[in-house]
């Protein structure tokens, strides 16, 4: 059966009647954020490879998150045109066949062992997993009853998180375990450029693989354009989106997302030299770096649990109760030494798992037929996974102290725990 969604009573009662009924789509986009979610996270991955290949420093290599994460300020805004313009299923082809595109150019990136050119590669990919994260996060959230937006939602992200889980780990045995015991510090001109090349060609195979994958997916997709019979606003110019930014509980919520995204990437990126400071484990890096997917699996398992409890209280409250527990593991971390001090840091995945959807759900409530808009001014907000890592950073080097730097999230956290509390009450749709 065809669904209908009647976004004429959806933008007078809040009530997207026509999803009930579309299992199929739902299972479609639980794979969107799944497959979205896993290869940003192989990101972590790609950061070290490249920084053995060129010699890099850890600024430079952190390059490869800020070509990333750049293409969520630039694209976000007009993939939320095109859903406009084309629907969600054909802006979601769209999306696949950019990541695509993005997944190809690895191979002229490693041809000329150029990391510039990878990282246009990247910021490629990034721009195609923007346009699938506009339409998946609205997307999912019309497929069922408003009330149960926030739980849906929570329950999509844990197949994101799953993809985060699963990518790097085959992605580092692909990548990452032929590591050649050459040090390419010691190599220059024709020898360097050869080793550069050899190298790099284990990167552009498991990335050929996804593409290959994308292009099969992006197909099935285009097959299902007309799956949707959709309305969408059409007042006004590509950026009319950012008007809705003059609704407070919207714009607040965008920037909670700003906060959360940045908080979440600041402290993840803080693990493993946390880790290894004698006050807390003391271990190598090897070692640190193994306890990170302990930090990531609490978001897995907490999304899992959260999208049960989001169906039987207020997310406005779940928000608020979770922010305060990442405040509270944050204090207990900078405050104590030993295990307690780093698996409190790493526990703080468990709170981070369901702030993403809930905020993200709480912003858009109401918003009607500008649902689509509404998710390409939040996704813009995801940059602040490129400002609030580098600030904390900063705040780390003038105080010389990775517990004290821990001061900045928690601030992060402070702030989205109040909007939680702003937003506990529902809306009706505009």
């Not at 996270?41 to 950061?47: C, K, R």
């Not at 969408?232 to 997302?257: D, N, S, Y």
């Not at 609030?388 to 517990?403: K, M, N, Q, V």
């Not at 937003?423 to 749709?429: E, G």
């Amino acid at each position: 059966m065809a669904m209908h969604i009647d976004t004429q009573s959806t933008a007078a009662h809040g009530d997207a009647q026509a999803g009930y009924d579309a299992p199929d789509l739902r299972v479609f986009v639980f794979a969107l954020f799944f497959i979205f979610g896993g290869i940003t996270s192989l990101n972590d991955i790609i950061i070290p490879k490249l920084k053995e290949l060129f010699t890099l420093d850890h600024a430079t290599a952190m390059l490869v998150q800020s070509a990333f994460f750049f293409a969520y300020a630039l694209f976000s805004i007009p993939a939320a045109a095109i859903v406009r313009k084309a629907g969600y299923m054909r802006t979601a082809s769209i999306g696949l066949v950019t990541m695509t595109l993005g997944c190809l150019a690895f191979i002229p990136a490693s041809a000329n062992a150029s990391f510039p050119l990878f990282l246009g590669a990247l910021f490629i990919l990034g721009a195609g997993i923007t346009i699938v994260q506009v339409v998946a996060n609205p997307l999912i959230s019309l497929l069922g009853k408003p009330e149960s937006a926030a739980g849906r939602l929570t329950f999509a992200q844990g197949f994101n998180s799953l993809g985060t889980t699963l990518f790097p780990l085959v992605g580092s045995a692909i990548i990452l375990g032929g590591l050649a015991t050459v040090d390419p510090a010691t190599l220059s001109g024709a020898a360097l450029d050869a080793y550069r090349a050899e190298s790099s060609r284990t990167v552009v195979h498991t990335y050929i693989g996804l593409a290959i994958a994308l292009l099969v997916i992006a197909g099935v997709v285009w097959t299902r354009r007309n799956r949707l019979n959709e309305e969408q606003e059409h007042q006004g110019g590509m950026f009319h989106a950012f008007t809705l930014l003059k609704r407070p509980r919207f714009a607040m919520g965008t920037a909670c997302i700003f906060l959360y995204v940045g908080a979440e990437v600041a402290i993840g990126s803080l693990i493993v030299n946390y880790l290894m400071q004698p006050g807390v484990f003391g271990i190598s890096d090897k070692a640190a770096g193994d306890h990170v997917p302990f930090y990531w699996g609490g978001a897995l398992v907490g999304r899992f649990i959260g999208a049960y409890i989001l169906t039987r209280v207020s997310p406005g409250k779940v928000l608020a109760g979770a922010a305060s527990g990442a405040i509270a593991l944050l204090l207990l971390s900078a405050n104590t030494q030993g295990l307690v001090s780093g698996w409190s840091l790493l526990a703080i995945g468990l709170m981070n798992s369901i702030m993403f959807p809930t905020i993200f759900s709480l912003a858009s409530e109401g918003l009607g037929k500008r649902a689509a808009e509404g998710s390409g001014v939040i996704a813009t907000a995801i940059v602040g996974g490129a400002v609030i890592p580098y600030l904390t950073g900063s705040l780390a080097d003038a105080s010389d102290s990775l517990h004290f730097a821990l001061a900045l999230p928690a601030v992060c956290y402070l702030l989205i725990a109040a909007y939680g509390l702003y937003a506990r009450r529902s809306v009706v749709a505009a």
